[in-house]
């Protein structure tokens, strides 16, 4: 701010909203005025490289409840040998981190109770009883194996 009261200062507040204060339609501020006042026009918007954009995910692969329901069930079916690997080979059971993995969905659904569609509820008590059925068969069968 000048010292100076009477001096004229650089500073300059434009009102650039489209709606008056009583609410009828300004007319937008031409350019031009802006040029007089020695500002120079702003420069016109740049897309962003190709690499930088962020593409939207698409609405069946937005992340939710079910997806992660689905990750960490497909993660206990790995860890119980269920699915094969990458390269199509076996995977040997991994029980503890099995038992980990299917706490984890109980703990999901206990802190979750009442807050779930019925959709959501079936389908997380669906994935625990397939899990857990499975864990119990393998254990059998892993105990039944002769060392």
Do not use: W
Not at 28 to 40: K, L, S
Not at 77 to 103: S, V, Y
């Amino acid at each position: 701010m000048p010292d100076n009261k009477d001096e004229p200062s650089s500073f300059r507040v434009v009102d650039r909203r489209t709606f008056s204060s009583d609410g009828t339609r300004r007319e937008p501020a031409p350019e031009a005025e802006n040029m007089a006042e020695g500002r120079p026009p702003s420069p016109p918007a740049r897309p962003a490289p190709a690499e930088a954009q962020v593409e939207e995910p698409a609405e069946e692969s937005a992340v939710g409840f079910d997806m992660l329901v689905s990750y960490l069930s497909t993660t206990a079916m790995f860890q119980l040998g269920l699915l094969e690997g990458p390269e199509g080979e076996r995977i040997p059971p991994d029980m503890p981190n099995a038992q980990r993995t299917i706490a984890l969905l109980e703990v999901l659904q206990e802190k979750t109770r009442g807050n779930l569609t019925q959709r959501e509820t079936k389908l997380l008590d669906d994935v625990l009883y397939d899990l857990r059925l499975s864990f119990v068969e393998i254990e059998k069968r892993l105990a039944q194996k002769p060392r």
